[in-house]
């Protein structure tokens, strides 16, 4: 073998190799990139139905759950416009976060399941009196504004 076609061959090789490490890297990063949604949000179909996102806002007062053995909870996630019904198994998942409470800021991370209520492998609670998730915070406010313009 010449020596160019050997330079060439490497060079082809090379460019192979990288093409396959960034498919690779690409395909790993979609896989475990989680987007955020609102309650109105999901209500209007906009989050995924086949993959993990997350999904933020207030826990409605009065909605929390627990069953007998304590080991199935659920509650309803809201952003004043729409509601979500959360479930989320202490039992397969671990305990819920000390903060979570009714009327607090919550982020749950997980999947729609059946008839639009979302089945959470995580939850996050707010960690102090004046912190919200950006995206929850965002999304509450959005919701308001569209209320406000509505009711004028």
Partial sequence: MKSRNKKLLAIGLSVVGLAIAASLVLNAFRNNLVFFFSPT???????????AFRIGGLVEAGSLKRSEDGMQTSFV?????????????????????DLFKEGKGVVAEGKLVGDGQFAATQVLAKHDENYMPPEAAHALEQAQKAQTTLSK
Avoid: F, M, N
């Fill in 41 to 51: 949000q999901v209500a209007a179909g906009e989050a995924p139905k086949d993959r």
């Fill in 77 to 97: 996630v809201t952003d004043t416009a729409k509601s979500v019904t959360v479930h989320y198994s202490v039992k397969e998942y671990g305990p819920l976060p």
